[in-house]
């Protein structure tokens, strides 16, 4: 067995206007390879006009056991959403 | 593509296929809701890790890689995804057999791009399997090895352009009713490569299906070829779901973990039912001179295959077991030079780079 070929996460543009996202994960030994396979392995019926490539060891990631410690500082904020503040009758454009 | 190409043929029960294709896309719209459902975040500091991964799978959200989850939840999804995945690659074979010999460019098109989707469902499958923390390369040692198995069919042989028709109608139709339930898996990559691949599928049993209506209704030669193909398909193909019920190992504990949703012989029965009309429209026999219809079951009575015959197959004594894994491992050793040279580019461009870097 050859040598351990480095893992990459791929992200695909469905179409013009939308933002990439996550579709799976490949196995390419460089950044070139890994794009001519997702090409191949994701967007065999034309589902991206745009792919991304990442080393998956270049993410880091957030760790479930944290969720509710690491976005506590979200959560007591309701202040920061619109609906929070009461608007008198009849004011418009606001 | 391909999928477009051709459109069923007149009367053909658009039904099923479109019947567990909706459902797909149930499982689908049912994974999008839950996850707006969302819950509270991690376990508390303090709480019992199996009470909350059991209050996540209740509450039929997915568990993520990262996850606490019981060993033996991850032990079985890694031997069933692999395995899944080893299927998909092995299933390449009996097809891969008939590429060269297609009886016209666009079947030899169409049978191609099929191929390679096998190729894309192992790979989707592998991926999903590797976010459990086993390595690529460990699941492919354990194919080569014989320590994982593939499904049983793929050891029988394709000995007619027909058998590419049954293969997609029986064989895949099989797998389909097989794999809409694992749309619903509670482990979250699991859940989302099988709607990936089910959607693809279906590609898969229509031109299968096109096939053998095609040869159906072609000369009393090549209706003799379809009906032989289903005469040997059919059973093999029943055996797919496994053995009955009170034999299988894994069930209940996979069903309370809902990775299974349906047990065998209750996913065997939903496929005999599902086959009966759509063999009337090609003009076929299904080779069961007891299949009949059960009012009180609102079912088809049938016979089971052939069980001794699966256990036989699964254990590596089928037609063909020995030629598909002396295959994979010719073409595993006869691919390393392309592995090898790429690694050695790679890391000959990375020097590149460093160097101008400097």
């Not at chain 1, 067995?1 to 990439?20: I, K, N, Y």
């Not at chain 2, 096998?118 to 790979?123: D, F, K, R, V, Y």
């Not at chain 2, 027909?162 to 794999?179: E, F, K, P, R, S």
């Not at chain 2, 034999?247 to 309370?256: E, F, L, R």
Request: charged share 25%; glycine share 8%.
């Amino acid at each position: 067995m050859t040598q351990h070929t480095p893992l990459w996460e791929v992200f695909v543009r469905a179409r013009r206007g939308l933002s990439h996202t996550h579709v799976g994960s490949l196995h390419a030994p460089d950044a070139e390879l890994a794009l001519r396979n997702a090409r191949d392995l994701y967007t065999r019926r034309q589902e991206g006009v745009s792919i991304w490539v990442v080393p998956a060891g270049a993410i880091t990631a957030s760790s479930p056991d944290e969720k509710d410690a690491f976005f506590d500082p979200a959560a007591d904020k309701v202040y920061r959403h619109p609906t929070f503040y009461e608007v008198p009758d009849g004011v418009a454009h606001l | 593509m391909y999928g477009n190409d051709f459109s069923a043929p007149d009367g053909a029960p658009d039904e099923a296929p479109g019947g567990l294709l909706g459902e797909v896309e149930a499982a689908e719209a049912e994974l999008r809701a839950a996850a707006a459902r969302g819950r509270r975040g991690g376990p508390a500091p303090d709480e019992d890790l199996a009470a909350y991964f059991a209050e996540v799978v209740d509450a039929e959200q997915k568990i993520e890689p990262r996850d606490w989850m019981p060993d033996a939840y991850r032990r079985t999804l890694i031997r069933q995804i692999a395995q899944h995945a080893h299927s998909e690659i092995i299933g390449m074979q009996p097809e891969g057999n008939w590429i060269s010999r297609a009886p016209s460019l666009k079947r030899k098109a169409i049978l191609l791009a099929k191929v390679q989707d096998e190729a894309g469902h192992g790979l989707y499958l592998y991926a999903a399997a590797e976010t459990l923390g086993i390595s690529r390369d460990e699941l492919v040692q354990l194919l080569l090895d014989g320590r994982q198995k593939y499904s049983s069919i793929f050891n029988y042989p394709t000995l007619s352009w027909a058998d590419v028709g049954a293969i997609g109608w029986l064989v895949d139709g099989a797998a389909i009713v097989n794999q809409v339930p694992l749309c619903r898996c509670s482990y979250g990559p699991y859940a989302r490569a099988m709607i990936r691949v089910c959607k693809e599928e279906s590609f898969h049993q229509r031109q299968g299906y096109e096939i053998l209506h095609t040869l159906a209704h072609g000369t009393p030669e090549q209706q003799a070829m379809a009906q032989e193909a289903v005469d040997r398909w059919w059973y093999p193909s029943l055996a797919m779901f496994g053995p009955p019920d009170g034999d299988s190992t894994h069930s209940a504990q996979s069903m309370a973990w809902k990775i299974k949703r349906f047990s065998n012989d209750d996913l065997r029965q939903r496929f005999v039912d599902m086959c009966v009309q759509q063999a009337e429209i090609l003009g076929l026999r299904i080779p069961d001179a007891d299949l009949r219809w059960n009012e009180e079951r609102q079912a088809y009575d049938y016979t089971q295959p052939d069980y001794d015959e699966l256990m036989q197959v699964i254990s590596g004594n089928g037609p063909c077991n020995r030629e598909r894994m002396a295959h994979r491992r010719a073409a595993h050793a006869d691919g390393s030079w392309v592995r090898e040279a790429a690694a050695a580019y790679a890391a000959k461009r990375a020097g590149q780079k460093e160097t101008v870097a400097a």
